[in-house]
């Protein structure tokens, strides 16, 4: 445990990271835990330890490989019980943040690892209750609440507008390639949890059958309990609703993802357009409460089955300015298509530009300048005093074009 | 963040694209516009951002946009 320790505070990040790897496979299969959880020892040896060094350690290198090594713990020493658990996820939600300074500085591997290491608690540790049918785990494991899960969803969000830059240039990239990636595991653990809607949604138009839905009397004989019964049996129902991915939370998402959709780095709306194509084509589980599903879908050319080149310019933004009409998305859209418009990198400050004057010039050809109003009044006025001048949009509302 | 947003308002406004806004009888734009590149440019020791705000300043000098407001930023 020792050296392992001494490895992850190493300069070089390969070596941090076999020492994660490294250090997951020792606890794993040694370090045995009681039905009580793990001894105070223990506790304290490894995950009070590694928190503290990531609270308030100086030296960034060793920030760092704590900070992944919080997320490579095994479930049975992250979360015996909800105050580990709990200290575990503030420890990285703080460490995540933009604003967190490491011995007076920023550091931007810290906040990368942070959330690399959140989304791996989230995938380790699983969400919601466990279900009867599962074996039950011996040593206990405390699975992730609402609580901690609105927790985690907030602190990718706030990943997802990390623009720093130090001298290496736009450094607060990594933590927003991280946190998306994150955002669509979480999303996809959070639709699984949740038991107020189907997971997974047959195509009906392609089947060859066609759908008829059986008499009601037919139906009766699949329900378990009689009609007599039902208000006992909508109480055990309501008990076990458990919502953790809504409508906000899918919006949230989403909007975030079109931002970096638009962004001026090739890697950053790679990875968004990647993200954005599993979300919106996958079946199972399917995501739900997606606005203009059908809209968004055909305007991405996501239903075509050919695979986009998300970080080629002249494809990406041409496709996005389809979908910047959808009002719920316009303001990420164009907030990040800015960046994109005013960035150094020709080629993608030429494509971006043709389609944003292209969207213009529809919009004023079709006399529809109200938009190009509200553009005006909430998106570069926002963007330019931020914090002086609140957003004002017009609000009245638009036709679809 | 602010250089390439006031890049792209040089763009949209040299283009012609932002007219509408900024000839709009009530001006609400026009005068935000200014108290906020006014706001950005005092105080502010930023070579390439000052020049930025000047090139957005000067795209704003025409005769059928011009405005108190805009001579006053210019003269001050």
Redesign the interface.
């Known amino acids: 445990m020792d050296s392992v320790d001494a490895c992850l505070v190493h300069p070089k990040e390969e070596i941090q990271k076999s020492a994660t790897k490294a250090l997951n496979a020792l606890l794993t299969y040694y370090f045995p835990v009681s039905v009580k959880g793990p001894s105070s020892r223990l506790q304290s040896r490894v995950v009070d330890k590694y928190i503290s060094t990531v609270q308030t350690e100086d030296n960034p290198a060793a920030t760092r490989g704590f900070s992944l090594a919080l997320g490579s713990l095994p479930a049975k020493l992250l979360a015996p019980n909800c105050q580990i658990l709990d200290s575990v996820i503030n420890c990285l939600c703080i460490a995540s943040k933009k604003t967190t300074l490491v011995g007076g500085e920023g550091d931007a591997e810290t906040r990368r690892n942070a959330i690399i290491s959140l989304v791996n608690v989230c995938t380790t540790v699983g969400i919601g209750k466990t279900s009867s049918s599962e074996v039950v785990t011996l040593p206990p494991i405390y699975r992730l609440r609402r609580k901690q899960t609105d927790q985690v969803c907030t602190a990718l969000l706030e990943a997802m507008e990390d623009y720093n830059t130090d001298r290496r240039g736009d450094v607060g990239s990594w933590s927003r390639i991280a946190a998306m990636d994150g955002l669509e595991s979480l999303s996809f653990l959070s639709i699984k949890a949740t038991t107020t809607f189907p997971h997974s949604c047959g195509d009906l138009s392609s089947s060859e059958t066609p759908f008829y839905v059986p008499a009601f009397q037919k139906r009766l004989d699949f329900l378990p309990t009689p009609l007599e019964n039902v208000d006992s049996l909508s109480k055990t129902h309501k008990e076990e609703r458990t919502v953790f991915f809504d409508e906000q939370l899918c919006s949230s998402v989403l909007c975030a993802l079109m931002k970096q959709l638009a962004e001026k780095l090739d890697a950053v709306r790679c990875k968004a357009g990647e993200c954005l194509e599993r979300l919106l084509t996958s079946s199972s589980p399917r995501v739900p409460f997606v606005p203009y599903r059908r809209i968004l879908v055909q305007a991405l050319s996501l239903s075509s089955g050919q695979v986009t080149n998300w970080s080629d310019p002249a494809l990406t933004f041409p496709l996005l300015m389809k979908t910047v009409n959808i009002n719920d998305f316009a303001e990420p859209i164009l907030s990040g298509i800015v960046v994109s418009v005013g960035g150094l990198t020709e080629s993608v400050s030429k494509s971006s530009s043709t389609a944003l004057f292209e969207w213009i010039r529809g919009l004023r050809s079709a006399k529809a300048t109200s938009k190009l109003f509200r553009m005006g009044e909430g998106e570069f006025i926002m963007s330019i005093t931020l914090q002086l001048i609140e957003c004002s949009l017009y609000s009245s509302q638009y036709m679809f074009s | 963040?602010?250089?390439?947003?006031?890049?792209?308002?040089d763009?949209?406004i040299s283009?012609g694209?932002?007219d509408?806004?900024l000839s709009?009888e009530n001006g609400?734009?026009l005068s935000?516009?200014m108290?906020?590149?006014e706001?950005?440019a005092n105080g502010c020791s930023d070579v390439k951002r000052l020049l930025a705000i000047v090139t957005v300043a000067l795209s704003l000098l025409r005769p059928h946009l011009e405005t108190v407001d805009i001579v006053s930023f210019i003269k001050g």
């Open positions: 963040m602010l250089l390439p947003l006031l890049f792209t308002l763009e949209l283009h694209y932002l509408e806004l709009a609400t734009f935000s516009l108290a906020c590149l706001s950005e």
